[in-house]
């Protein structure tokens, strides 16, 4: 019973300052990407295959999910899209994940691609992929 309350006490300690940096730190819902089905993606411009998107968008959840993340294989992805809808279909197909350090539990966030990028890219590995984003003309 005297092990209980520490416990019980850290627990409530860090899951308020979760909420509280949740706060500060903003969301992403007027991104492209939550209102997945609202997206126009003029499938003529499409580089890639469905299926392509697909997989491009699961090597980036694993690239990502985890501690840290393998700068190589997100700057390959993101930098291999040659029009807005090839970013588009990306962002679709990676849709809304559960992000967090244990995302299977009630601390996640469910975040589209865009999120997902802002969350774990170092500053200049976000302003690399920013700058693509730019280009292709999808907010970041």
Same mark, same amino acid.
């Given at each position: 019973?005297?092990?209980?309350?520490?416990?019980?006490? =850290?627990?409530i300690?860090?899951?308020?300052?979760?909420?509280?940096?949740?706060?500060i730190?903003?969301? =992403?819902?007027?991104?492209?990407?939550?209102?997945?089905?609202?997206?126009?993606?003029a499938?003529?411009?499409? =580089?890639?295959?469905?299926?392509?998107?697909?997989? *491009?968008?699961?090597?980036?959840?694993?690239? *990502?999910?985890?501690?840290?993340y393998?700068?190589?294989?997100?700057?390959?992805?993101?930098?291999?899209?040659?029009?807005?809808?090839d970013?588009? *279909?990306?962002?679709?197909?990676?849709?809304?994940?559960r992000?967090?350090?244990?995302?299977?539990?009630?601390?996640?966030?469910?975040?589209?691609?865009?999120?997902?990028?802002?969350?774990?890219?170092?500053?200049?590995?976000?302003a690399?992929?920013?700058?693509?984003f730019? =280009?292709?003309?999808?907010?970041?």
């Amino acid at each position: 019973l005297s092990v209980i309350k520490p416990v019980l006490i =850290t627990a409530i300690i860090a899951g308020g300052g979760y909420l509280l940096y949740r706060k500060i730190k903003g969301s =992403t819902k007027d991104a492209p990407g939550n209102n997945l089905n609202q997206l126009q993606i003029a499938r003529s411009n499409l =580089t890639y295959s469905e299926s392509e998107y697909g997989l *491009m968008a699961q090597s980036l959840y694993l690239a *990502m999910d985890g501690f840290g993340y393998n700068s190589g294989t997100v700057l390959s992805v993101i930098g291999s899209m040659r029009s807005r809808d090839d970013l588009l *279909m990306l962002i679709k197909a990676f849709g809304i994940r559960r992000y967090g350090i244990v995302t299977s539990l009630f601390f996640g966030t469910d975040l589209n691609l865009i999120g997902w990028l802002n969350e774990e890219l170092n500053s200049n590995d976000r302003a690399h992929v920013g700058q693509i984003f730019r =280009t292709l003309n999808v907010p970041f």
